[in-house]
């Protein structure tokens, strides 16, 4: 039987989503615990990163595991031709579970399928970040105290941003209603928005960033445009600095309102918003320790008290 892995947030129900997140909390109040003391986990970064990388090894230290891995790829034997199934084949002998983040799409569902250890999708191109959206609806619950019934109003590069595509499916269990705001170039693709109308999510698409779609939204979820993503470096130029939140945007807020953004952020908000009690942002990033603790300990069939 092949090992669980975590591929793809659809991949998970409700009842995971919330088991996870109960998890996580339990290690927000105590994260320290030798609960990964004796295994070996390999982080594989072929794309770069700060955030995800940094705190999935906080979260493995925190656990007393011990980390391999690179987090460029020019140091490993992919430059020499080695192909992924080789690779994951390879690093699968030394790891017991092993956390990838590679630039093509659909990359991590096939590891999943060659590898006889479980695989945690670190981000595959533009395809899906679920442990952004692990940690993003962590975040979103912690603020809110629910996650049912809110109103979602995502920013920016709606085209290209993996977090956005799994944040729609990770709260799709919960009744959301989405406002998209992006300018033509970014929109939504037209698959995300199938997803939405099978389930009969709501979801309203904007080119323009109102007071409107500011001030319906529980959660304001910004976004970077991928400058990594676009073969032609002249549209990126075009939309680059589309939107910016500024701090005066925010008076007319809903008081529960909070901004978050799976970060980094380059020009989208200003940073006259960070010291208003409504940015989430930097809060958001810390519980990626908590849920990545929880994520790995869940695949790996670990009971946390
Ligand atoms: N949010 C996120 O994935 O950040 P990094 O690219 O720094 O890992």
Redesign the pocket.
């Known amino acids: 039987m092949k090992p669980k892995s975590l591929v793809n947030i659809g991949d998970y129900s409700r009842d995971d989503i919330i088991r996870i997140i109960e998890t996580a909390s339990k290690f927000k109040q105590q994260p320290n615990r030798p609960l990964l003391k004796g295994k070996v986990c390999a982080t594989l970064f072929f794309e770069p ?5 940094l705190s999935f090894e906080t979260a493995i230290n925190r656990l007393q595991g011990r980390i391999v891995g690179f987090s460029d790829t020019a140091t490993s034997s992919a430059t020499k031709g080695e192909s992924l199934k080789d690779t994951i084949m390879m690093v699968s002998n030394y790891a017991d579970i092993i956390i990838m983040r590679h630039h093509l799409e659909g990359s991590a569902r096939y590891a999943s399928e060659v590898s006889p250890v479980p695989i945690i999708n670190a ?1 595959d191109g533009a395809n899906q ?1 679920p442990t ?1 959206t692990m940690l993003d609806i962590f975040s979103i619950y912690e603020t809110q105290q629910t996650l049912q019934d809110l109103t979602i109003t995502i920013v920016g590069d709606l085209k290209y941003g993996r ?1 956005v595509h799994s944040l729609i499916e990770g709260l799709s269990h919960f009744n959301p209603t989405f406002n998209f705001v992006a300018p033509q170039e970014m929109k939504i693709p037209e698959k995300h928005k199938i997803y939405c109308d099978k389930r009969g999510i709501k979801y309203h698409e904007f080119t323009d960033f109102s007071p409107n779609s500011i001030n319906s939204a529980d959660i304001l979820y910004m976004t970077r445009v991928q400058r990594e993503r676009f073969t032609d470096l002249m549209e990126y130029e075009k939309v680059k600095n589309i939107y910016t939140l500024r701090n005066d945007m925010l008076s007319d807020s809903k008081p529960n309102l909070k901004v978050l953004h ?3 952020r380059v020009k989208e908000i200003d940073q006259d918003v960070d010291s208003n009690p409504k940015a989430y942002y930097f809060q958001q990033a810390g519980n990626g320790v908590y849920m990545r603790q929880a994520v790995m300990c869940d695949l790996l069939n670990i009971e946390v008290e």
């Open positions: 990163s700060t955030r995800t990388r981000g970040h952004q977090a799976p970060l980094p």
